[in-house]
Nanobody
Framework: QVQLVESGGGSVQPGGSLRLSCSTS????????MGWYRQAPGKERELVAD??????????TFAKDRFTIFPISRDTAKNTVYLQMNSLKPEDTAIYYC????????????????WGQGTQVTVSQ
C-alpha cells in the first residue's frame, strides 16, 4: 500500500500564493507519476498538474501560466512533489488531491493509482 501525505493547503486572498507538497516513502523506482488533482463542490475531479519520475510535466490549461510542478525531490526517507500555485483565483477553490501512479508488480502490469486524503484550498476576500 502506497501512502501519500499532503500539506500546504489553506486560505488566501485572490492573487495570493500557496505551495502544496505531497510525500511518499514508496520506492522512487516504482513511481511512474506524481501529481495533483482537484475537486470543487458539485464538480468532477480534474487534473491540475503531474510529473513523471523522469521529470516530464503535464498541466491543465488553467494551470499552465500560474502553477508550477517541480521534479520529484528525493532523499533517503521519502520522495516529495511540490506544486507552487501563484495568482490564485476564487475559482481555484477546491480540495486538492495528490495522486501517484505506482508499479506494484514490477513493470509487468500497468501502474496503480493511489490517492492522498486531500487538502483544502480556499481563495476568497
Amino acid at each position: 500500500q502506497v501512502q501519500l501525505v499532503e500539506s500546504g493547503g489553506g486560505s488566501v486572498q485572490p492573487g495570493g500564493s500557496l505551495r502544496l507538497s505531497c510525500s511518499t516513502s514508496a520506492s522512487i523506482l516504482n513511481i511512474y507519476t506524481m501529481g495533483w488533482y482537484r475537486q470543487a463542490p458539485g464538480k468532477e475531479r480534474e487534473l491540475v498538474a503531474d510529473i513523471t519520475e523522469a521529470g516530464v510535466p503535464m498541466y491543465a490549461t488553467f494551470a499552465k501560466d500560474r502553477f508550477t510542478i517541480f521534479p520529484i525531490s528525493r532523499d533517503t526517507a521519502k520522495n516529495t512533489v511540490y506544486l507552487q500555485m501563484n495568482s490564485l483565483k476564487p475559482e481555484d477553490t477546491a480540495i486538492y488531491y495528490c495522486k501517484t501512479q505506482y508499479y506494484t508488480n514490477g513493470y509487468q502490469s500497468p501502474p496503480v493509482d493511489y490517492w492522498g486524503q486531500g487538502t483544502q484550498v480556499t481563495v476568497s476576500q
